[in-house]
């Protein structure tokens, strides 16, 4: 034990008597070792977190639209009936296509929300009295 400190110090001491300074080869494979462990496991979290938010924005989508419709069915004159499709004039998505699903008065309707552009891949989304409490799909 003693002989390899020994061995260890007087390598150390001859590379810095002779102006060799920095790091080991070995030093150097343990950081990119290290650096290469971090990279595997944070590229699929972070892949993990674009998917998210692109559910995210589309469950937004269908909430907002829910929520027209829910005005729209609610006004004394509503501007359009229900239909199997959301008239735009009720609500509008750029990336995404909203169409109304089912159920005819304010306590029982569900909107369908699905990704389209730059949220193609997304979860569909459901909201609305009419959808499953988890937005997962309609009643």
């Known amino acids: 034990m003693r002989s390899i400190k020994n061995y260890v110090q007087a390598v150390k001491a ?3 008597e002779n102006g060799d300074e920095g790091f080991s080869l070995i ?7 290290i650096l290469g462990i971090l990279a595997a496991v ?6 993990g977190v674009q ?3 692109k559910n995210a924005s589309v469950q937004s989508i269908a909430g907002n639209a829910a929520a027209a ?3 729209n069915l609610a ?13 735009p004039s009720i609500y ?3 990336d995404a296509t909203v169409t109304y699903v089912k159920g005819d008065s304010l306590d029982s309707f569900c909107i369908e929300a699905e990704g ?6 997304a979860d569909k989304a459901y909201a609305g009295p009419g959808a499953k409490p988890d937005g997962s799909d309609c009643k």
């Not at 944070?42 to 892949?47: E, G, Q, R, V």
């Not at 004159?77 to 959301?86: D, G, I, K």
């Not at 389209?116 to 891949?121: D, K, N, P, R, V």
């Open 14 to 16: 001859r590379r810095e």
């Open 27 to 33: 030093e150097l494979i343990v950081v990119v070792l």
């Open 42 to 47: 944070a590229i699929p979290i972070f892949l």
């Open 51 to 53: 998917d998210n938010a």
């Open 69 to 71: 419709v829910a005005a």
């Open 75 to 87: 006004a004394p004159t509503p501007v359009a009936s229900p239909s199997a499709t959301v008239p």
């Open 92 to 94: 509008s998505a750029t």
């Open 116 to 121: 389209t552009g730059s949220l193609a891949g």
